[in-house]
């Protein structure tokens, strides 16, 4: 009986923490998120070379193998700096042997040709690392 008044007392605790102080209960801000993702950086050389090859597509302006390519981005996960809709458009990064698009992605905000910054994503958008070298 102890237990369970212990239990039901700390639930109480983090469901009052959650409401009135979302700030202190999640493990994360959203701040916090957009910091570490912005922090982390891959070189154009680090990239897979499927990877090369899409970010050279991308500054070429194309051609795009797939269809999905060039399709705006949401952001929904808010893992990228908060922009309009819009900004950000996705293309897919080939996996070798995978049966779909795969997970790996580039991300590019900014003009077509000329964006203002790419991120990579190796595990389809959960993180990002923004991609700099010669283009900078």
Partial sequence: ?????????LTSLLLALAITRP????ARSQTDRLEQGSSA???IAELPRQGRETYERIRQGGPFPLEKD?????NRERQLPSQRRGYYREYTVQT??????????????????QPHACYYTADHYASFRKIVGDHE
């Fill in 1 to 9: 009986m102890r237990f369970a008044a212990a239990k039901f007392a």
């Fill in 23 to 26: 700030d202190l209960a999640q």
């Fill in 41 to 43: 950086t891959i070189a």
């Fill in 70 to 74: 060039g399709v705006v981005f949401g």
């Fill in 96 to 113: 070798p042997g995978s049966r779909d698009r795969g997970a790996r992605r580039i991300v590019c905000g900014g003009p077509a040709r």
